[in-house]
T-cell receptor
Framework: DTAVSQTPKYLVTQMGNDKSIKCEQN?????MYWYKQDSKKFLKIMFS???????INETVPNRFSPKSPDKAHLNLHINSLELGDSAVYFC?????????????FGPGTRLTVL | AQTVTQSQPEMSVQEAETVTLSCTYD???????LFWYKQPPSRQMILVIR??????QNATENRFSVNFQKAAKSFSLKISDSQLGDTAMYFC?????????????FGTGTLLAVQP
């Protein structure tokens, strides 16, 4: 059983399109995260939700909108895709934020914008 | 703001030998955690080792150990008896302790190649 899963694993789309990436965790965790890894492999946090509430919202264009329908899911919707959005997007989850808890990462979604 | 610096973009080591990856960080916090993550070609992010800043003893996990120098803000990873499966991108990361978000701040990574 995959602990943190993402769909799709690969996504190729045209500039200007709107797309979503889904993330699900079956660990019973309260906290979920989205990270972006750019073409130089640099990883940066984008968003985090704890118990369906947004707790981290880094400087990300408002074309990116996370949605957490329940604690087990955190989806990432991207409007009006641009070439610079091409990257690998990782979802992660941790037990909660009350103290240190290991973050478990999904396999990543490689987004290519043409 | 915290920053994490990895000054070695790429490194190479022969199988069975020892290699050390460097990491320095900048923070005004006193309580924090430091991590090394491994990202093999499969792309999966794997936690290798964790160090709590308030602990003086260096963390060890099998062939992986760290040299944590709090005053120098240095956190290097030593891999002993390198194996082909250690070939991966290695990321150093920082997390403030007691924050409300458990936000991880990553360095730029070091690509390690283990040669047969």
């Amino acid at each position: 059983d995959t602990a943190v899963s993402q769909t799709p694993k690969y996504l190729v789309t045209q500039m200007g399109n709107d797309k979503s990436i889904k993330c699900e965790q079956n660990l019973g965790h309260d906290t979920m995260y989205w990270y972006k890894q750019d073409s130089k492999k640099f990883l940066k946090i984008m968003f985090s939700y704890n118990n369906k509430e947004l707790i981290i919202n880094e400087t990300v264009p408002n074309r990116f909108s996370p949605k957490s329908p329940d604690k087990a899911h955190l989806n990432l919707h991207i409007n009006s895709l641009e070439l610079g959005d091409s990257a690998v997007y990782f979802c992660a989850s941790s037990l909660d934020v009350s103290s240190y808890n290991e973050q478990f990462f999904g396999p990543g979604t490689r987004l290519t914008v043409l | 703001a915290q920053t994490v610096t990895q000054s070695q973009p790429e490194m190479s080591v022969q199988e069975a030998e020892t290699v050390t990856l460097s990491c320095t960080y900048d923070t005004s916090e006193n309580n924090y955690y430091l991590f090394w993550y491994k990202q093999p070609p499969s792309r999966q992010m794997i936690l290798v080792i964790r160090q709590e800043a308030y602990k003086q003893q260096n963390a060890t996990e099998n062939r992986f150990s760290v040299n944590f120098q709090k005053a120098a803000k240095s956190f290097s990873l030593k891999i002993s008896d390198s194996q082909l499966g250690d070939t991966a991108m290695y990321f150093c990361a920082f997390m403030k302790r007691g924050g409300a978000t458990n936000k991880l701040i990553f360095g730029t990574g070091t690509l390690l190649a283990v040669q047969p």
